[in-house]
């Protein structure tokens, strides 16, 4: 039973263009959305954060976007950089068990 | 450095071995949490521990078997896996409590069964 999916696997961006990175769930009882970044051999990194009172939130490059009625939330990573190449990862809690997404690796070429 | 420490950072064991993943956090959090992660698939919650006390085993087999002997700790214990166990083990922490809050990552324990 999977509850939050992302299904872009991968995604492939030029340095400075916008990365678009989504996110669906199912769990109409999910109150807080959250996405990490991952590098390789390390654990997730938390990156951003919305509760479900709002529909936006930014912070410097990324901001997260989110649509209660069609159960959606994107990042949007803008300019983009090489840095940024990593596995993003999408979750979704409801008092503090959180779902996470299979995630999406983000390349973004030079 | 997120905080939360996990070792061994490696493991690898013959599937009659028993062994255990060790998880610390230096946090002041009140809730820690075992993932695994599986190439292609998402991070899948095994057990949530809060104030100790544990809250939530997503039907785990028994083989895995956790321990959290206070706030700032927590265990694995391993017996008898299967080579399909062989995963990244992810240990967090939160602050817990009925506020959602972000949660915290170790590095990871990644085991290969043998």
């Known amino acids: 039973d999977q509850q939050v999916k992302q299904n872009s696997p991968s995604l492939s961006v030029q340095e400075g263009r916008i990365s678009i990175l989504n996110c669906d769930y199912t769990n109409s009882m999910f109150d807080y959305f959250l996405w990490y970044k991952k590098y390789p051999a390390e654990g997730p990194t938390f990156l951003i954060s919305?509760?479900?009172?709002?529909d936006k939130n930014e912070d410097g490059r990324f901001t997260v976007f989110l649509n209660k009625s069609a159960k959606h939330l994107s990042l949007h990573i803008v300019p983009s950089q090489p840095g940024d190449s990593a596995v993003y990862f999408c979750?979704?809690?409801?008092?503090?068990?959180?779902?996470f997404g299979a995630g999406t690796r983000l390349t973004v070429k030079p | 450095e997120t905080g939360v420490t996990q070792t061994p950072r490696h493991l690898v064991m013959g599937m009659t071995n028993k062994k255990s993943l060790k998880c610390e956090q230096h946090l002041g959090h009140n809730a820690m949490y075992w993932y695994k992660q599986s190439a292609k698939k998402p991070l899948e919650l095994m057990f949530v521990y809060s104030l100790e006390e544990r809250v939530e085993n997503n039907s785990v087999p028994s083989r895995f078997s956790p321990e959290c002997p206070n706030s700032s700790h927590l265990f694995l214990h391993l017996h008898t896996l299967q080579p399909e166990d062989s995963a990244l083990y992810l240990c967090a922490s939160s602050r817990g409590g009925t506020m959602n809050t972000e949660a915290f990552f170790g590095q990871g324990t990644r085991l290969t069964v043998v």
């Open positions: 919305i509760s479900s009172i709002k």
């Open positions: 979750a979704a809690s409801e008092n503090n068990d959180m779902r």
